[in-house]
Each structure stands twice: as structure tokens, then as C-alpha cells.
């Protein structure tokens, strides 16, 4: 039977936002407030070379924190999301999208500078679905 109003069950997108500076071919760690589970749409920043990793706990980051650009994680990683940004390329758009969940609503992540440029007050935008508050 079909629904008698599917749009009365759509879900709203959300945007989480953050601001850091980094230094030249360097790594920094951070954490950010999501839902307890999500789907993850899209991650956008300014165009630069960077790499973003996400994780739904500090030790998956800390056991995950020297894996080489292009080496495949351990499938017990946790990673939720690994992205390469570039000059050309500052979003990427998610299909399919990437399903995280932490009992914390606390996410970890490692961006890595690619470039041999300091940044300074760098913004990434990371938009999102909660499943669960």
C-alpha cells in the first residue's frame, strides 16, 4: 500500500561547519557535534589540497592517524569518510552516501595539508542527514 503522504516523512538536511589554520604538508586533528547516526551528503572546503579523514572514535583516528594517501584502511578502521580535496576539486558530493554512527554524537577527524602552504582560517562544510537525535 502505498504512503498517503510521503513528504510528510523527508527528512532535514543539516550543515556543520568548522574554521582551522594549518601549516604546510602537516596534519591536524579535531572533533566535531553530528547526530548520533548520519549520512553524510557532502564535504565541502576551500579549494586546497587536502585530505579528510572521519571517525566516529579518538582511538579508530589514533589507529588510523600514519595510513599513507592511497593505502586501503584495516576493514576494522572505523573510517566513515576519507576524501582528497584539490585546487579543481573543494567538494565532494557523496553517492553513495557514507552512514556514521557514536554513541557520543562526537566525531573525530585528520585533515592533512597536501600543499606546501600555510593555511589560515580554512572552512569545511560538511552537510548531513541525522537518523537518530
Known amino acids: 500500500m502505498p504512503l498517503s503522504n510521503p513528504s510528510s516523512f523527508a527528512l532535514s538536511r543539516l550543515q556543520a561547519s568548522f574554521t582551522i589554520s594549518i601549516n604546510a604538508?602537516?596534519?591536524?586533528?579535531?572533533?566535531?557535534?553530528?547526530?548520533?547516526s548520519f549520512m553524510l551528503?557532502?564535504?565541502?572546503?576551500?579549494?586546497?589540497?587536502l585530505r579528510?579523514?572521519?571517525?566516529?572514535s579518538q582511538n579508530s583516528r589514533t589507529n588510523d592517524f600514519y595510513r599513507n594517501t592511497g593505502t586501503a584502511p584495516n576493514v576494522d578502521s572505523g573510517l566513515i569518510f576519507e576524501g582528497i580535496f584539490s585546487?579543481?576539486?573543494s567538494a565532494?558530493?557523496?553517492?553513495p552516501v557514507a552512514i556514521g554512527h557514536s554513541e557520543q554524537k562526537v566525531?573525530?577527524?585528520?585533515?592533512?595539508?597536501?600543499?606546501n602552504s600555510n593555511i589560515e582560517n580554512l572552512s569545511c562544510d560538511l552537510f548531513y542527514i541525522p537518523l537518530e537525535a
Open 107 to 115: 566525531y573525530y577527524a585528520t585533515i592533512n595539508n597536501l600543499s
Open 41 to 49: 551528503l557532502k564535504v565541502q572546503f576551500q579549494p586546497y589540497p
Open 52 to 56: 579528510l579523514r572521519l571517525y566516529p
Open 87 to 89: 585546487n579543481q576539486l
Open 92 to 95: 565532494i558530493q557523496l553517492n
Open 25 to 36: 604538508n602537516s596534519f591536524i586533528t579535531t572533533q566535531l557535534a553530528l547526530s548520533k
